[in-house]
């Protein structure tokens, strides 16, 4: 195996806090997976891990994407094309949580699109709600703002119903440490009064090798079965607390909405 890898596992923490109209908070520590897509015959070699296949972890390519058996760095490399984003063969970095016996939901996965000089070109946010569907923001990164220090601030409009609990008209404003030693991610959905919630994840890289594949499903065994029970189960303090119901709009089961630098979406 050609070691090391551009993979990496990022042991770290989740939070999650509401501001309006209640305030609710949390944390949790979490394993979270960044996936070179150029790496997956590799990785199908670790003990432990398997590609579209079940193992203590597995990554399903369907799992993302338009759910179709199209290769996923071609599915996300025809997305860029089609949107005019031209990165080659660059790199497709996905960070994810694997199926972990089986089983996997991913509120937010995030690829990280480099052209052949390395060069980080777009970060591609999707997102799933507990209804099965999936919606992806497609971001160009501006070369002359980055550098390995400062965050990333993207924008958006929200177009995907997510949670019952916060309406549609809302905006997200992201703040990202792209993955290196250390990965940050952070989301602000915000109305014109302000900010309704605020969600972050923060960890530090662990090498992707046999050991610590063994020691990420000990230090969380059914870590993925946390996250979709914690979200049922703040939502159920939630309405506790009288937050009410948004009504559900139709959607498409997947679509790519692209989001200029001032967070207007342009398709």
């Excluded at 070699?45 to 590609?51: A, D, E, R």
């Excluded at 980080?120 to 390995?148: C, D, K, M, W």
């Excluded at 958006?156 to 997510?162: C, E, L, N, R, W």
């Excluded at 993955?179 to 989301?187: C, D, Q, T």
Aim: glycine residues 6%.
């Amino acid at each position: 195996m050609n070691l090391p890898l551009q993979s990496a596992i990022y042991v770290g923490e989740v939070m999650h806090q509401r501001l309006r109209p209640v305030k609710h908070r949390f944390v949790y520590r979490v394993s979270t997976w960044l996936i070179d897509l150029n790496e997956l015959e590799v990785l199908h070699q670790l003990p432990g891990f398997s590609v579209d296949r079940f193992n203590l972890f597995a990554f399903y390519q369907r799992d993302h994407g338009d759910g179709s058996d199209t290769p996923l760095v071609l599915q996300i490399r025809q997305i860029l094309e089609t949107h005019g984003i031209a990165i080659g063969q660059g790199a497709i970095r996905l960070l994810c949580y694997p199926r972990i016996l089986g089983y996997v939901f991913n509120p937010l996965s995030v690829f990280y699109c480099h052209d052949e000089s390395g060069q980080l070109r777009a970060i591609l946010y999707e997102v799933s709600n507990t209804f099965g569907q999936r919606h992806s923001y497609l971001i160009p990164v501006e070369q002359h703002a980055r550098s390995a220090v400062t965050p990333i601030r993207q924008q958006a409009s929200k177009d995907f119903y997510v949670s019952p609990f916060m309406p549609m008209e809302t905006d997200y404003q992201f703040q990202m440490l792209p993955p290196e030693n250390k990965v940050a991610v952070r989301i602000r959905q915000t109305d014109p009064e302000g900010t309704l919630f605020d969600a972050s994840f923060t960890g530090q890289r662990l090498a992707l090798e046999p050991r610590s594949v063994i020691k990420a499903f000990l230090r969380h065994p059914l870590m993925t079965l946390k996250v979709i029970g914690g979200i049922h189960w703040e939502a159920l303090h939630l309405w506790r607390k009288g937050m009410k119901l948004q009504p559900r709009p139709e959607h498409p089961p997947y679509r790519v909405s692209l989001v200029n630098s001032q967070g207007v979406s342009l398709s």
